[in-house]
């Protein structure tokens, strides 16, 4: 069965740092691409950060310079570094990735971490 499971959201004050993580099981996390996504309040959800499986990462515009994600494939878990917050940047935070059942491709999501970045 194939879990994610955040950690690490909080609040925090505008201009720190917050470091997200997501521990992965029942998958090979090696071969997988690895996403974070958020959701503000109001707001649809919208892709952060991706790192594929070889490392090659991609960054939304409003977290590029700011955020850097990574992944320790010893560990099966992705990160996620925040600096230089704004308020701009609270919402849940969701680990993501794609499976491929039959041709199908479904996504698994973990519960989502709050992230609150006080002005």
């Known amino acids: 069965q194939v879990q994610l499971v955040e950690s690490g959201g909080g609040l925090v004050q505008a201009g720190g740092s917050l470091r997200l993580s997501c521990a992965a099981s029942?998958?090979?996390?090696?071969?997988?691409?690895m996403d974070w996504y958020r959701q503000a309040p109001g707001k649809q959800r919208e892709l952060v950060a991706s790192?594929?499986?070889?490392?090659?990462?991609n960054y939304a515009d409003s977290v590029k310079g700011r955020f850097s994600i990574s992944r320790d494939n010893a560990k099966n878990t992705v990160y996620l570094q925040m600096n230089s917050v704004t308020p701009e940047d609270t919402a849940v935070y969701y680990c993501?990735?794609?499976?491929?059942?039959?041709?199908?491709?479904?996504?698994?999501w973990g519960q989502g971490t709050q992230v609150t970045v006080s002005s």
């Open positions: 029942g998958f090979i996390f090696s071969n997988n691409a």
């Open positions: 993501h990735r794609i499976d491929v059942i039959e041709g199908i491709p479904i996504d698994d």
């Open positions: 790192i594929g499986s070889e490392g090659h990462t």
